[in-house]
C-alpha cells in the first residue's frame, strides 16, 4: 500500500527495492537542497543559481572561458549561458574579451566587481551547504563521500557498457 506525502520519496511502498528507496531519498534530498539555495541565492543576493554557477565557473578560471566551454560546464544549451552573460554583462560583472588564441571567438570573465559578488555569495553558498550536512558527524560524511564515490565511478562504466 502507497504511503501518502509530498516527494517522490514518499510515493515508494514497503516492498520496493532498496536501490529505488535510497535513489528516491537522494532525489528528495538533492531536491531538497538545491530549492533552499535558490530560495536563498534570490533572498540575499537577488540571483539565481545559474548566474551563480555560471561565476563559479569563471572564478575557476580567471582568464575567461569561452561560451561553449561555460555552456558545456553547466551542462545547458549555449542559448541559456548566452541569456545569463548578456544578464550579468549588463550588471558589470562580466565581461566579454577577445581570445589571443582565437579572433574569432570571445572569452567570458568575471569584472573586479563579479569577483566580489561572486566571493560574498561563495560563502554564503557553502554555509548553507554545511548547514544542510550538520545532522552528520565527520564520519559519517566521509562514509557517505565514499560510498557515493564508488555509485558514481559504477554509474559511469554502465555507460561505457551501455553504448
Same mark, same amino acid.
Given at each position: 500500500?502507497?504511503?501518502?506525502?509530498?516527494?517522490?520519496?514518499?510515493?515508494?511502498?514497503?516492498?520496493?527495492?532498496?536501490?529505488?528507496? %535510497?535513489?528516491? *531519498? =537522494?532525489?528528495? #534530498?538533492?531536491?531538497?537542497?538545491?530549492?533552499? /539555495?535558490?530560495? &536563498?541565492? +534570490? @533572498?540575499?543576493?537577488?540571483?539565481?543559481?545559474?548566474?551563480?554557477?555560471?561565476?563559479?565557473?569563471?572564478?575557476?578560471?580567471?582568464?575567461?572561458?569561452?561560451?561553449?566551454? %561555460?555552456?558545456? *560546464? =553547466?551542462?545547458? #544549451?549555449?542559448?541559456?549561458?548566452?541569456?545569463? /552573460?548578456?544578464? &550579468?554583462? +549588463? @550588471?558589470?560583472?562580466?565581461?566579454?574579451?577577445?581570445?589571443?588564441?582565437?579572433?574569432?571567438?570571445?572569452?567570458?570573465?568575471?569584472?573586479?566587481?563579479?569577483?566580489?559578488?561572486?566571493?560574498?555569495?561563495?560563502?554564503?553558498?557553502?554555509?548553507?551547504?554545511?548547514?544542510?550536512?550538520?545532522? &552528520?558527524?565527520?564520519?559519517?560524511?566521509?562514509?557517505?563521500?565514499?560510498?557515493?564515490?564508488?555509485?558514481?565511478?559504477?554509474?559511469?562504466?554502465?555507460?561505457?557498457?551501455?553504448?
Amino acid at each position: 500500500m502507497p504511503r501518502t506525502g509530498t516527494d517522490a520519496e514518499t510515493r515508494i511502498v514497503r516492498d520496493d527495492h532498496a536501490a529505488i528507496r %535510497l535513489w528516491l *531519498r =537522494m532525489l528528495a #534530498t538533492n531536491r531538497l537542497i538545491e530549492t533552499r /539555495t535558490r530560495r &536563498l541565492l +534570490q @533572498e540575499r543576493f537577488a540571483t539565481t543559481l545559474p548566474r551563480f554557477d555560471l561565476m563559479a565557473q569563471l572564478e575557476r578560471v580567471p582568464g575567461g572561458l569561452k561560451m561553449g566551454e %561555460l555552456s558545456k *560546464r =553547466m551542462m545547458v #544549451t549555449g542559448g541559456n549561458v548566452t541569456g545569463i /552573460t548578456d544578464m &550579468l554583462e +549588463q @550588471e558589470g560583472l562580466v565581461e566579454r574579451v577577445d581570445d589571443p588564441d582565437d579572433r574569432r571567438a570571445w572569452l567570458v570573465r568575471l569584472t573586479p566587481a563579479g569577483r566580489r559578488a561572486f566571493g560574498a555569495m561563495a560563502r554564503e553558498h557553502e554555509r548553507w551547504v554545511v548547514e544542510a550536512f550538520e545532522a &552528520l558527524g565527520t564520519r559519517e560524511k566521509a562514509a557517505m563521500a565514499g560510498f557515493l564515490g564508488r555509485l558514481k565511478t559504477h554509474v559511469r562504466s554502465l555507460e561505457g557498457r551501455d553504448a
